[in-house]
């Protein structure tokens, strides 16, 4: 079983800040890492994900993650956000010997201010 | 290329009753999965199909069951309705031999009174 914990529960940041999300997680085996953003009112939609490879994984809109394996680490990053970076920010984990379900933390909501 | 479609967006039912929710899954996809999120908290998984048949199934009663046609699409029952079943409801979809990448619909908004 996997668990996800999101360290911060909301992040308020001035517009053109950086801002960071912080993300561990806990698994007995290898895992696939997703962060999902939710906007007021609609689904999930896939922000970016680690599947293999490089360890540092980044979207078309600016924001990237590292996983970091030693440490079960997996925070998002934005160098400079925009007031329509704000959001819910949800981080979350599927083994790769299940079936894929995912386990979610319990978001972070970021407000972006001008 | 549509993605996941969910109906209806928005459902209001009486303690006690019972709801039904739908979701058309992402062209080319053939795996559902349906999960609950309660207000101010991330999504719990509830189950997956595969198939026709549930794979996979989280931590929810037997009142909540569901199933899957075989175009894909599938289908949400929650019986004998709670207050504590008031939450969004997303249908996620991904294909099978993926790498677990997974679609989400735009949710059904379920309350109960």
């Known amino acids: 079983a996997q668990s996800v914990t999101q360290l911060d529960s909301q992040v308020p940041v001035f517009e053109e800040a950086p801002v960071e999300l912080r993300c561990n997680y806990s698994?007995?085996?290898?895992?696939?890492l997703f962060w999902y953003v939710q906007y007021p009112n609609q689904g999930l939609q896939l922000l970016l994900k680690?599947?293999?490879?490089?360890?540092l994984v980044e979207s078309i809109n600016g924001f990237e993650a590292e996983f970091n394996k030693s440490q079960t680490s997996f925070h998002l990053r934005k160098p400079s956000v925009h007031i329509s970076d704000t959001a819910e920010y949800f981080c979350?984990?599927?083994?790769?010997?299940?079936?894929?379900?995912?386990?979610f933390g319990a978001g972070t909501t970021v407000t972006v201010r001008a | 290329d549509a993605g996941v479609t969910q109906s209806p967006t928005h459902l209001i039912k009486t303690r006690g009753q019972q709801v039904t929710l739908r979701c058309s899954p992402k062209?080319?996809?053939?795996?559902v999965s349906w999960y609950q999120q309660a207000l101010g908290q991330g999504p719990q998984f509830i189950f997956q199909?595969?198939?026709?048949?549930?794979?996979q199934r989280g931590n929810f009663p037997d009142r909540f069951s569901g199933h899957q046609f075989p175009n894909y699409s599938s289908e949400l029952n929650v019986n004998a309705l709670l207050l504590g079943d008031s939450a969004l409801y997303l249908c996620?979809?991904?294909?099978?031999?993926?790498?677990?990448?997974?679609?989400f619909g735009p949710g059904t908004r379920l309350t109960v009174t």
């Open positions: 996620a979809s991904r294909r099978t031999g993926g790498k677990g990448e997974q679609y």
């Open positions: 698994s007995s085996v290898s895992v696939y």
């Open positions: 680690y599947l293999s490879g490089s360890t």
């Open positions: 979350a984990v599927s083994d790769l010997e299940g079936d894929y379900k995912l386990s």
């Open positions: 062209s080319g996809h053939d795996t």
């Open positions: 199909y595969y198939e026709e048949e549930e794979r």
